[in-house]
């Protein structure tokens, strides 16, 4: 498999994990950026840093606070992303100065080995797996 076929598959598995995770039991979430509740497949995986910057584009680290993507409504991703709301959302949930952390990654060198793309799909796939199975959802 080329790397563009790797990062395309990983992509759509990384993004269906951010949502789900950002859903309720139900499958209903808010958006980071707008508040708005939506259903977990109605939505984006969001990226506060463009997903152009390999070192953050699969950035998702909720429980130590390195977070570079959300639950985020269709309307908000499309029309630039939100940035400035979703740099204080980040700062709001995970602590002053995050967003600005994010940033700083997000400008180091990183490039990726197929093999590690290939771990990171296979990682979020079961995980996607465990979520849906968890909660009940298709």
Same mark, same amino acid.
């Given at each position: 498999?080329?790397?563009?076929?790797?990062?395309?598959?990983?992509?759509?598995?990384?993004?269906?994990?951010?949502?789900?995770?950002?859903?309720?039991?139900?499958?209903? &979430?808010?958006?980071?950026?707008?508040?708005?509740?939506? +259903?977990?497949?109605?939505?984006?995986?969001?990226? +506060?840093?463009?997903?152009?910057?390999?070192?953050?584009?699969?950035?998702?680290?909720?429980?130590?606070?390195?977070?570079?993507?959300? +639950?985020?409504?269709?309307?908000?991703?499309?029309?630039?992303?939100?940035?400035?709301?979703?740099?204080?959302?980040?700062?709001?949930?995970?602590?002053? &100065?995050?967003?600005?952390?994010?940033?700083?990654?997000?400008?180091?060198?990183?490039?990726?080995?197929?093999?590690?793309?290939?771990?990171?799909?296979?990682?979020?796939?079961?995980?996607?797996?465990?979520?849906?199975?968890?909660?009940?959802?298709?």
């Amino acid at each position: 498999m080329t790397r563009s076929q790797i990062k395309k598959k990983l992509d759509t598995v990384f993004s269906q994990y951010v949502r789900i995770h950002g859903s309720n039991d139900m499958g209903w &979430g808010e958006c980071v950026t707008c508040g708005r509740v939506r +259903f977990w497949k109605e939505v984006d995986c969001g990226h +506060f840093i463009t997903r152009a910057k390999m070192s953050t584009r699969w950035l998702y680290e909720p429980d130590i606070g390195r977070v570079n993507v959300g +639950f985020q409504c269709k309307q908000c991703n499309m029309n630039g992303g939100q940035q400035y709301a979703f740099s204080k959302k980040l700062d709001e949930l995970y602590g002053e &100065g995050t967003a600005e952390k994010i940033l700083y990654l997000s400008n180091q060198t990183k490039k990726w080995s197929v093999y590690e793309l290939e771990d990171l799909h296979h990682y979020y796939k079961k995980k996607v797996e465990e979520l849906k199975e968890s909660r009940g959802l298709e």
